[in-house]
């Protein structure tokens, strides 16, 4: 398995590129990796399998019980007989002596209240919940996935107002240079232009670090090597649905009982009536049959009987009847009719809880939805500004303190509005998530 996963992985890093030559990394290519490789996804899996392996009948004690056994033992005894004519009285020590037992014994339950029948629904009940829990981890491994490549589609985007903005310094500190070498420009602008651009050079040199960092993290969730940070490019465009409805019979609200999370603790509720139904099994009688197969052996060097040996098959049935037992079993039955309680209010608090994350995370959703015109449209006039400001500074007819404004209102306006997006695009993961919606 593990071999597997490294070849898979090998796959993945030779279409993605190398470092020298990166290449984009699709979205779908990074959930389908992390799903294969997620080491959560996995440990559910596993539990998925155990309740698959308990869900039997033989766990729920339906089928019969087949016992085989054995016994040999060897006695040195002393014997003292007497009888009524004295002259057959016998004393003796050291009398050697052997015992063999062997028997074979088959039981089943036929009655006990209906507790195996209960206890098998209840373990099918558990695989069911287990199957639910791997979907929930398999939805929140695909969000997490989404959240960290946008987030790093986010911080390129940041990279690409950065580099826009230093292209607009450099070319700024270029018409300095110019300016200053035929007398119309002195040593502060010169400063001044090499100052910021620097600055943004820096800034530069800080975003792609995050750039790495998230890079890291998306690769962390996909567990691949880290030492491929430099090997992938995430796309730059963060495209956000924006027809999700909340209300609505196909709208978020009413898709929240789909979330497999909140039909895992549905199933609880369940799980915890059955075992009340098996705590409450256990006043009834309980009947069981059994049939085998006796050999028993005894010999002796002396005493009344030498050799005693009998041998055959038996059938019978025994009858249990709880009758008292300090109250012990009603006072189980009264925790699993709490319990049974309890089940039923985390249910509702945990779907009251996610209804209530649905609501704010749909408002900031709407809210980041309404913004995105306005601030698209605030940044294509940014831009054009600063090409303006750009030209004008280039004809003498604008200063260095309009250039930096406008250089300062198009880094804010990038930054507002790739934010937006980001904001956006995660409201939109998380109600998919939530309404069991997603899809990539």
């Not at 605030?378 to 054009?384: A, E, L």
């Not at 004008?392 to 306006?413: C, D, H, P, R």
């Amino acid at each position: 398995m593990q071999k597997v996963k490294a070849i898979l992985s090998f796959v993945l890093l030779v279409v993605i590129g190398s470092s020298a030559n990166a290449q984009v990394l699709t979205l779908n290519e990074a959930v389908k990796t992390a799903l294969k490789n997620s080491y959560d996804i996995q440990l559910v899996e596993n539990s998925l399998a155990i309740a698959k392996n308990n869900n039997d009948l033989g766990v729920a004690g339906a089928l019969p019980t087949i016992t085989a056994t054995a016994n040999n033992n060897k006695s040195i005894s002393t014997i003292q007989q007497n009888f009524a004519d004295p002259s057959r009285n016998t004393t003796k020590s050291g009398v050697d002596g052997n015992t063999v037992t062997a028997g074979l014994t088959a039981s089943v339950v036929i009655f006990n209240g209906y507790r195996i029948m209960t206890t098998k629904d209840r373990l099918a009940s558990i695989e069911k919940q287990n199957g639910f829990l791997l979907k929930a981890q398999m939805n929140n491994t695909v969000a997490l996935v989404m959240q960290q490549y946008y987030n790093v589609a986010r911080q390129q985007a940041y990279l690409k107002t950065i580099q826009k903005s230093i292209d607009a310094s450099q070319q700024r500190l270029d018409i300095v240079k110019t300016r200053q070498q035929v007398g119309v420009a002195n040593q502060a602008d010169i400063l001044q232009s090499n100052l910021d651009l620097n600055a943004l050079v820096q800034a530069k040199r800080n975003q792609e670090l995050l750039i790495a960092q998230s890079k890291s993290d998306l690769l962390r969730t996909m567990v691949m090597p880290e030492g491929s940070v430099n090997a992938i490019q995430v796309q730059d465009s963060i495209q956000v649905d924006a027809k999700l409805k909340y209300t609505g019979a196909d709208g978020i609200e009413n898709s929240i009982a789909q979330n497999p999370q909140m039909a895992a603790i549905a199933q609880q509720v369940d799980i915890n009536k059955l075992i009340e139904k098996e705590t409450k099994a256990l006043l009834y009688p309980t009947l069981r049959a059994s049939t085998g197969y006796n050999i028993n052996s005894t010999t002796s060097a002396a005493g009344f009987a030498l050799l005693n040996e009998t041998y055959g098959p038996f059938l019978g049935v025994n009858l249990a009847i709880p009758i008292y037992a300090g109250g012990l079993a009603k006072k189980n039955l009264k925790n699993a009719r709490t319990n049974s309680s309890s089940a039923a209010l985390q249910y509702n608090n945990a779907m009251q809880d996610t209804k209530n994350n649905a609501y704010k995370t749909n408002e900031a959703y709407q809210n980041s939805i309404q913004q995105i015109p306005v601030e698209t449209e605030n940044y294509n006039m940014s831009q054009s500004l600063l090409d303006l400001v750009m030209q004008k500074y280039q004809l003498g007819q604008a200063t260095m303190i309009e250039v930096k404004q406008a250089q300062q209102s198009f880094e804010n306006a990038g930054f507002r509005l790739v934010s937006l997006r980001y904001t956006a695009k995660i409201a939109e993961i998380e109600l998919k998530r939530l309404a069991n919606q997603l899809n990539f």
